[in-house]
């Protein structure tokens, strides 16, 4: 029965990740290539595999493996979370992508 909660925790997580990057890119109007979004889904995947394992390593008792693995997926989650950050949501002169407005018309 724990499974089938957990499962339906990771999904859940997963499909609320996408939905909120899709409202992010209508809010501001950006263009998001298919590459980009299957970047990004496989980074939630990924953040969600790294607090599966330190959930199950943790619930294993083994509290010395929770600290290395926990710390290695953490860290490559974040190297790369920065790293898809910086080359799908900002320009290569570091700005932030500015929408593009039409002139005379107010949002």
Known sequence: MWEFIANGLVIGSLLAGI????????ET???FAWWKWVLSIVWFLGVLIAFAFIGATYGE??????LR????????VLIS??????????????AKKESKSVPGKEV
């Open 69 to 76: 693995g926990g710390a290695s997926f953490v860290a490559i």
């Open 29 to 31: 109007k950006q263009k």
């Open 81 to 94: 979370g920065a790293l898809i950050f910086r080359f799908c949501f900002m320009q290569s002169g570091g």
């Open 61 to 66: 008792g083994s509290p010395e493996a929770t």
């Open 19 to 26: 939905f909120f990057l899709y409202a992010y890119m209508k």
